[in-house]
């Protein structure tokens, strides 16, 4: 991989405003404001593609976003690399926390990145990291150096759920044949501290109405009579947890694989600060369910969180009144082996059971899905952390992380295939909040690792 290296040392400042013109376009899937941006976005990865040499590239339109496809196969004895990732992006609110426009890409030194970090919506999360792959590919093509298949699918719904990439890899599973597929959309521990994902939480998400009185009513004339949706709603989602931070929903916990002391010893190896930890959040304490760390709880444990609530009056001054409705946006973070479809079944049911008889109560499912764990036995992850070690001169620490990746189960259940979490995105890299920023460093390490990957990957399987 000699020449793939010198290529990438020969274009950093281009690959750079390359990432930059990337950035640019405001790919927000969520919105259906920036429908026509998320489209320029699959354009602009298409003409990239067919730049960079690969073959077949096409657009696959959905009923939702478009997913962009390419690959370069060059000899069907050889295996094959999916590389996944998304061009979508989270939403960039609140506009007004961010220090310089989202879609304004800048490079600024911070006490975490003194080589410079690219602040923008969408640097860490996933455009950076997706496109460090579309540039290790092209300096393996130039270099010549490619040592085995590849296909990019690349994705503008991550954010939203993956809802309809789901119906294109069950419509065209003998298109994505491969025998491993690669992902950086995670992080690691730190730049000094290289680390491989083998975990990702699944999901389920619900929305909330409570609905009190048929009209807003004078808190005065009604007050103390009549049941306020509020103040019920905040009381139904405080009894979810009870005094050691515990679920308090029925059999919620049935499914949850509990890790064996050895698994948890192991765990707690890796490097992990409580004192750093709260410091960069400016917390006092963390929180959480009792008898486990924080990595734990962050990890390998199950978590029910309101993302957002509103009703009532929240303009200027003071406005008398009990509102008829109040809403919530809830979240849980499941681990192995509880199901989504199963949780919000649990929620729903445990939620209608509380509410007392002066309220109705809606509860809606959003998106889900499903927790995946990753072998550290295997060919893949042994080319990983090859490849990492390589790279940063120490060998990676497995980590389970919480966050989810949802097509990662549906990878592994309708294709049959494992992922490798390869990510190189920090904690506080700040995605999906205001002044999210990557790397240069781990932008350019990205590019220069993963032919490494493919490198120890070829040559392993080689003797399998
Ligand atoms: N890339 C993230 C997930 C992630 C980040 C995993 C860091 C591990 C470490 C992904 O884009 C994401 O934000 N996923 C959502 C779920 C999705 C269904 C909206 C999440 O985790 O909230
Ligand atoms: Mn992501
Ligand atoms: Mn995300």
């Known amino acids: 991989m000699e020449q793939t290296q010198s290529y990438i040392q020969s274009k950093k400042e281009e690959f750079l405003n390359q990432l930059i013109d990337l950035l640019k376009i405001p790919s927000v899937s969520a919105d259906p404001a920036y429908a026509n941006d998320v489209k320029k976005t699959a354009q602009f990865l298409k003409n990239e593609f067919n730049r960079i040499g690969l073959d077949n ?3 696959f339109s959905t009923a939702g976003h478009p997913i962009v496809y390419a690959e370069k196969i060059i000899d069907n004895n050889l295996p094959t690399v999916l590389v996944y990732g998304h061009y979508d992006v989270q939403p960039a609110d609140p506009i007004d926390l961010w220090d310089s426009p989202p879609f304004e890409p800048v490079v600024k030194k911070t006490e975490i990145h003194p080589q410079g970090a ?3 919506r969408g640097a860490c999360d996933d455009k950076g990291q997706m496109f460090m792959h579309v540039k290790a590919v092209e300096a393996m ?3 010549n150096e490619l040592p085995c298949n590849v296909k990019f699918m690349i994705e503008g719904e991550e954010e939203v759920g993956s809802e309809n990439l789901e119906t294109f890899i069950k419509a065209n599973i003998n298109k994505l044949k491969a025998d491993v597929i690669l992902v950086s959309d995670t992080g690691m521990i730190a730049n000094d501290v290289p680390s ?12 909330v109405e409570v609905t009190g009185p048929n009209r807003d009513l004078h808190s005065g004339l009604y007050g103390g009579a009549v049941a306020n949706p509020i103040n019920i709603l905040t009381k139904m989602i405080a009894s979810l947890h009870n005094e050691h931070n515990h679920i308090t929903i029925p059999n919620f916990y049935d499914k949850v ?10 765990m707690a190896k890796a490097p ?3 004192n750093d930890y709260c410091k960069a959040l400016n917390i006092d304490e963390t929180y959480g369910e009792d008898g486990y760390s924080t990595i734990e709880r962050a990890t390998i444990r199950p978590t029910l969180d309101v993302n957002g609530i509103w009703g009532g009056y929240t303009g200027e001054g003071a406005k008398t009144v009990i509102a008829s409705k109040a809403y919530a946006k809830i979240s849980m973070r499941l681990v192995p082996n509880q ?11 445990h939620f209608e059971a509380i509410a007392p008889k002066s309220v109705k109560v809606k509860v809606t499912p959003h998106h889900g899905g499903e927790p995946s764990v990753t072998e550290i036995t295997s060919t ?3 080319a990983a952390s090859l490849a990492l070690e390589e790279s940063f001169g120490k060998k990676p620490i497995p980590v389970r992380s919480g966050g989810s990746i949802p097509i990662v189960a549906m990878f592994e259940s309708v294709l049959g295939l494992k992922t490798i979490l390869m990510g190189f995105g920090l904690d506080s890299d700040a995605i999906h909040s205001p002044n999210e920023h990557y790397g240069l460093f781990n932008y350019y390490k990205g590019i220069e690792t993963i032919p490494l990957f493919y490198k120890h990957y070829a040559k392993l399987k080689s003797y399998t």
Do not use: C, H, P, W
């Open 57 to 59: 590239v096409e657009i």
């Open 118 to 120: 690219i602040f923008a």
């Open 141 to 143: 093509l130039q270099a």
């Open 196 to 207: 491989i994902t083998t975990g990702l939480r699944g999901l389920s998400y619900v929305e």
């Open 257 to 266: 694989v509990e890790l064996s002391d050895e698994e948890r010893a192991e």
């Open 272 to 274: 992990f600060n409580e």
């Open 339 to 349: 199901n989504s479809d199963e949780i919000t079944k649990l929620f729903k049911t």
């Open 380 to 382: 893949e992850y042994k």
